[in-house]
């Protein structure tokens, strides 16, 4: 729900006429530290990304998934002053889902895309981390923030400093 919420949101600033925040926009997801959580991070956005991409036709699950979309549009639009409508903002993201940019910012060799993390350059960017998201980066335009790091046994003082950080 976090990356329909982010689709959505992204669509609302492109479309509001009152907001000159530019056109593209991040989401950092913070995951564990574990390369491999990261490509399953990566994965899993994909997944609904490919949801969304409906050149190849539109079946039952495309067709779920575009309602969700559309309700979650409703609830997020009925708070906010405004005269755009939630089928414009799915017609908008179902235009604009091809530009996306999904993108592992964890090692050295990835410094490429921590930039365009950092600065992004298409309408929907997913950044996925870990510790050198702890590190601290400056993210332009960061519209939304999934922190999905596990902790082993239980919460400790620590996690809680770093999850108020973040």
Request: aromatic share 8%.
């Given at each position: 729900m976090a990356i329909y919420r982010f689709l959505i949101r992204v669509a609302i600033l492109n479309l509001s006429?009152?907001?000159?925040?530019?056109?593209?926009?991040?989401?950092?997801?913070?995951t564990a530290g574990q390369t491999n959580d990261h490509i399953e991070d990566e994965k899993s956005v994909n997944k609904v990304l490919r949801t969304f991409n409906i050149e190849d036709g539109v079946d039952s699950n495309k067709k779920k998934?575009?309602?969700?979309?559309?309700?979650?549009?409703?609830?997020?639009l009925k708070n906010l002053d405004g005269d755009i409508s939630a089928a414009e903002v799915v017609e908008f993201v179902l235009d604009n889902i091809s530009h996306n940019e999904v993108l592992i910012i964890n090692h050295k060799k990835d410094k490429q895309n921590v930039i365009r993390s950092c600065d992004p350059e298409s309408k929907f960017v997913f950044a996925i981390g870990g510790n050198i998201v702890s590190r601290g980066l400056t993210f332009n335009n960061l519209l939304s923030f999934f922190f999905s790091r596990n902790v082993k046994n239980k919460l400790q003082q620590n996690t809680y400093i770093q999850r108020a950080r973040m």
């Open positions: 006429k009152e907001h000159n925040y530019g056109n593209n926009f991040s989401m950092l997801i913070h998934a575009i309602e969700s979309l559309h309700g979650e549009a409703e609830k997020i």
